[in-house]
């Protein structure tokens, strides 16, 4: 699905959404969202992305502004809590924005931190979260990786380890080594395969992103050729785009883990009323944006022309990324 350029840029909504805390190192997340006809979709790519990247994220958005939403089989979806790399006593404070969340994913290798940070952080989220899953976002070598698996469950279990090595070779060499479960999430979402993990056998959970991946038919597409269980995670969304990772977590058939999806409690404000979760689980429900929040939350006017170049630049990549 291709809308030609000149109606797509009318659609076009540029947001700023503070952050309650620095996140992936920024504490402003900037978004495009569109007004299509089939709903709201969000175009996310992170500011680093070039258009080859990118472009998938615009198919997303576009997709959920123009085709309606395949069937749900669930109309609730249980949620982790999202830990970012906070000093210990901050851990409380955190946890309290996602009531009755009983798993909770801990970011750990944190560039300017040490093993013992990331030790002491899951062990003060064990404490009050039964489940603990950790996502080092590609950052430790094999070794590290496999030194960090043994120090992180000497005082409690791990459900899995997030990406704990950057390449699919070594994710393979870790499962090798370690009894904990391995999760791929930057091994799928950022491979021109994203088949490739799941056939090396490299690892126990698949981590799908909806923008990333161009949308919520690639993602279900994807699934239905995965043999491993799921998560279905944001990519520090918008509500917006949180609506269409639940929608894509709804259609599918099976759902064993809680989801990534409860990242909007880390946005002092948002465009639309954040929905709580509930006994840990969010409702699937279609998001539309207050006027006066999108209003209030628009982005400079240079920094609004910064993305409507970036939608031109990915606009001529969208038969490519679909194909």
């Known amino acids: 699905m291709k809308p030609a350029l000149d109606d797509l840029l009318d659609r076009l909504h540029v947001v700023a959404l503070p952050m309650r805390v620095r996140f992936r190192g920024i504490t402003t997340r900037e978004v495009a969202l569109i007004e299509g006809p089939a709903g709201w979709g969000e175009f996310g790519a992170f500011v680093e992305y070039g258009p080859a990247e990118a472009a998938a994220w615009l198919a997303s958005g576009i997709e959920a502004a123009y085709r309606r939403p395949p069937p749900p089989r669930r109309d609730r979806i249980p ?34 931190q040490t093993l013992a940070d990331d030790v002491e952080r899951v062990n003060a989220v064990r404490e009050l979260c039964p489940t603990v899953r950790v996502d080092a976002n590609g950052g430790w070598s094999v070794e590290e990786a496999a030194r960090a698996a043994a120090a992180l469950t000497v005082d409690g279990p791990l459900e899995y380890l997030e990406q704990p090595c950057a390449t699919v070779d070594e994710l393979a060499e870790l499962r090798r080594r370690i009894d904990v479960p391995i999760a791929a999430d930057e091994s799928i979402r950022k491979a021109d395969d ?69 990242t909007g409690g880390l946005f002092a404000e948002d465009v639309a009323e954040r929905a709580a979760p509930v006994d840990g689980s969010l409702a699937v429900a279609p998001v539309t944006p207050d006027p006066a929040r999108l209003g209030a939350l628009g982005a400079p006017p240079e920094r609004r022309q910064w993305w409507i170049d970036r939608v031109k630049a990915c606009h001529p990549l969208l038969v490519t990324c679909s194909e």
Not at 90 to 110: D, S
Request: contains cysteine.
């Open 79 to 112: 949620i982790n809590a999202t830990v970012p790399a906070v000093p210990p006593d901050e851990v409380g404070e955190v946890l309290a924005r996602f009531p009755g969340a009983r798993t909770a994913k801990v970011k750990v290798a944190e560039p300017g």
């Open 194 to 262: 994203p088949l490739a993990v799941v056939r090396a056998r490299a690892a126990d959970v698949a981590v799908l992103k909806v923008a990333p991946l161009g949308g919520v038919s690639a993602l279900l597409d994807i699934a239905a050729r995965i043999d491993i269980p799921l998560v279905v995670s944001s990519a520090l969304d918008s509500a917006v785009g949180i609506g269409q990772g639940l929608t894509a977590a709804a259609a599918l058939p099976h759902l064993r883990h809680a989801c990534g999806l409860g």
